[in-house]
């Protein structure tokens, strides 16, 4: 870790899932901009790793905190790194999350409990622990990763996943309209499938390989209109073409949760 890079004056940006796929896609593009980071995830040597490159590549600080979301204890980890630093987090981007392949009812209780708390508790634990702040100051970019397939309600095999990534949609959007014109933006991003390892961990993508390529998002993509969406102060974004007309048509049709 590199002490003070950008001293204490820079941004700090908490980025959970920061070592990987979209969240690596914010972890570099936050950098670019001179925000340093605390990126959150479990494996440390891939935290390292990560926080190595951040440093060296962009001469910001990055500092890991290795947490595992899906347990409550995990985001009081994040909080301690937070007060070590004696730093407070302009940005939060939570885009850790993982998937849950089979059935509701096929699925160990205990491994859908800990789908939630890493969606739902974690996501929403740690907007509670940075808002307060971002109020006082009159500034805040929260960005909350939920899921295109949490906007409509179809059959399939992934109901708690769905479920969970609609709290985040609904949790985002009555955040922000009630804090936007206090200077703290809260958004919802809804990515359809996104090339990065989420298929591979959750054992799925075999399944999805077939899928035409012109329907997969790039992690970098997500990530820049992600941030650009946010800083509009928009609560809620589809990104990608195809996917923003399937969730527009979709709409009209079903019925939807953004
Ligand atoms: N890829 C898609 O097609 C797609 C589509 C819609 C939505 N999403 C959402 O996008 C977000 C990012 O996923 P991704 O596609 O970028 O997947 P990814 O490449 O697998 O990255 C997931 C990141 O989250 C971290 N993570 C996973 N479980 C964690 C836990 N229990 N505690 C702390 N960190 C954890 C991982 O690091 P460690 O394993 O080291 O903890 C990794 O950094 C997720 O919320 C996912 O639900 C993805």
């Excluded at 947490?67 to 070590?84: C, F, I, K, Q, W």
């Excluded at 059959?155 to 009555?174: D, H, N, P, T």
């Excluded at 709409?251 to 939807?256: D, L, Q, S, V, Y």
Aim: aromatic share 6%; with cysteine.
């Amino acid at each position: 870790m590199k002490s003070g890079s950008r001293g204490v004056g820079a941004r700090l940006a908490i980025v959970t899932g920061g070592t990987s796929g979209i969240g690596w896609g914010f972890a570099r593009a936050l950098a670019a901009a001179g925000t340093d980071l605390l990126i959150v995830a479990r494996d440390r040597g891939q935290l390292s790793a990560a926080c190595r490159y951040i440093e060296t590549d962009f001469g910001v600080s990055a500092y890991p905190c290795a947490a595992d979301l899906s347990l409550r204890e995990g985001v009081a980890e994040v909080t301690e790194a937070l007060h070590r630093l004696g730093r407070h987090a302009c940005y939060l981007v939570n885009s850790a999350g993982s998937g849950s392949p089979q059935r509701f009812e096929d699925t160990p209780w205990s491994s859908l409990a800990r789908l939630v708390d890493l969606h739902c508790h974690a996501t929403a634990n740690l907007c509670h622990v940075v808002i307060p702040e971002m109020r006082r100051r009159g500034f805040g970019r929260i960005i909350n990763i939920a899921s295109l397939s949490a906007t409509i309600s179809l059959a399939g095999e992934q109901e708690m996943y769905s479920a969970s990534k609609a709290f985040v949609i609904r949790l985002s959007s009555s955040l922000n309209r009630r804090l936007k014109s206090e200077g703290v933006y809260v958004t919802a991003v809804c990515p359809g499938l996104t090339r990065t390892r989420f298929h591979v961990n959750d054992g799925t993508a075999e399944r999805v390989r077939r899928i035409p390529g012109i329907i997969w998002l790039e992690p970098d993509a997500v990530a820049a209109q992600s941030l650009r969406w946010n800083e509009r102060g928009r609560e809620l974004l589809v990104p990608g073409r195809i996917n923003n007309l399937v969730y527009h048509l979709l709409r009209k049709r079903f019925g939807i949760v953004g």
